[in-house]
T-cell receptor
Framework: GESVGLHLPTLSVQEGDNSIINCAYS??????FIWYKQESGKGPQFIID?????DKRQGQRVTVLLNKTVKHLSLQIAATQPGDSAVYFC???????????FGTGTKLQVIP | EAEVAQSPRYKITEKSQAVAFWCDPI?????LYWYRQILGQGPELLVQ????????DSQLPKDRFSAERLKGVDSTLKIQPAELGDSAMYLC??????????FGPGTRLTVL
C-alpha cells in the first residue's frame, strides 16, 4: 500500500553542525508534504511544508527539499542546536480534506 | 497564541473501564482530527470531522471507540471498554483549510 517512511531512525549530530533528515514517500499523487517536530511528551509541531510544484522551500534555519523523480523529501537544519533534539516526522497530504499519512519518525540527538 | 486544548493530559484506567478525552480546537477551525500515537511511531488518524460531520472514521475501532462533535466546536473521544492495547498518546489537531494541522499536547492513556 501507499506509505511514507524514513531512512534513518536515529541521527546524532554535533551542536553547530548541519542536520539532514530524509524521508521517502510512495504516493506519486501526493501534492503537499509537511515536516513536524515532536518533543518528548508534546504534540507534533509544524515546522515547514512544501507543495509538489516546488523543489525547495526555506524557513528560519530549516530547508525542505523535494525530489519528485525519486519520491524523496529531506529536512535540513542549519547550525543544529540542543533545542532541536526531538523526533521529526514527515507527513504526506494528498490534498484538500484527505487523510494525512505520517512516517515513523527520526530521532535527532544533538551532542553539546 | 491560539492553541488546541486537550484534557486530561494523563489518564490511567483499568481494562474494561470507560474513558473519555476532550478536545477544544483553535477557534474558527472547521476541521478536527483525533489521532492515536503509539510510542516510537507516527500518529495514526482515528477520525476526522468537518464541522459536526464525520469525514473519515475508517480507522476507528467502532466496536469500542466513539467520537462526537455535536456543535461543530469541541469534541469528545470515548473508549468503552478500554483494552491493554489502547495504551497510547491520543492527539487532537485542528485545521482551518485542511492543510496545516495544529496539534494539542495530547492525552497519555495507560490501561492496566
Amino acid at each position: 500500500g501507499e506509505s511514507v517512511g524514513l531512512h534513518l531512525p536515529t541521527l546524532s549530530v554535533q551542536e553547530g553542525d548541519n542536520s539532514i533528515i530524509n524521508c521517502a514517500y510512495s504516493n506519486s499523487a501526493s501534492d503537499y508534504f509537511i515536516w513536524y517536530k515532536q518533543e518528548s511528551g508534546k504534540g507534533p509541531q509544524f515546522i515547514i511544508d512544501i507543495r509538489s510544484n516546488m523543489d525547495k522551500r526555506q524557513g528560519q534555519r530549516v530547508t525542505v527539499l523535494l525530489n519528485k523523480t525519486v519520491k524523496h523529501l529531506s529536512l535540513q537544519i542549519a547550525a543544529t542546536q540542543p533545542g532541536d533534539s526531538a523526533v521529526y516526522f514527515c507527513a504526506e497530504n494528498p490534498g484538500g480534506y484527505q487523510k494525512v499519512t505520517f512516517g515513523t519518525g527520526t530521532k535527532l540527538q544533538v551532542i553539546p | 497564541e491560539a492553541e488546541v486544548a486537550q484534557s486530561p493530559r494523563y489518564k490511567i484506567t483499568e481494562k474494561s473501564q470507560a474513558v473519555a478525552f476532550w478536545c477544544d480546537p483553535i477557534s474558527g477551525h472547521a476541521t478536527l482530527y483525533w489521532y492515536r500515537q503509539i510510542l516510537g511511531q507516527g500518529p495514526e488518524l482515528l477520525v476526522q470531522f468537518q464541522d459536526e460531520s464525520v469525514v473519515d472514521d475508517s480507522q476507528l475501532p467502532k466496536d469500542r471507540f466513539s467520537a462526537e462533535r455535536l456543535k461543530g466546536v469541541d469534541s469528545t473521544l470515548k473508549i468503552q471498554p478500554a483494552e491493554l492495547g489502547d495504551s497510547a498518546m491520543y492527539l487532537c489537531a485542528s485545521s482551518l483549510s485542511g492543510n496545516e494541522q495544529f496539534f494539542g499536547p495530547g492525552t497519555r492513556l495507560t490501561v492496566l
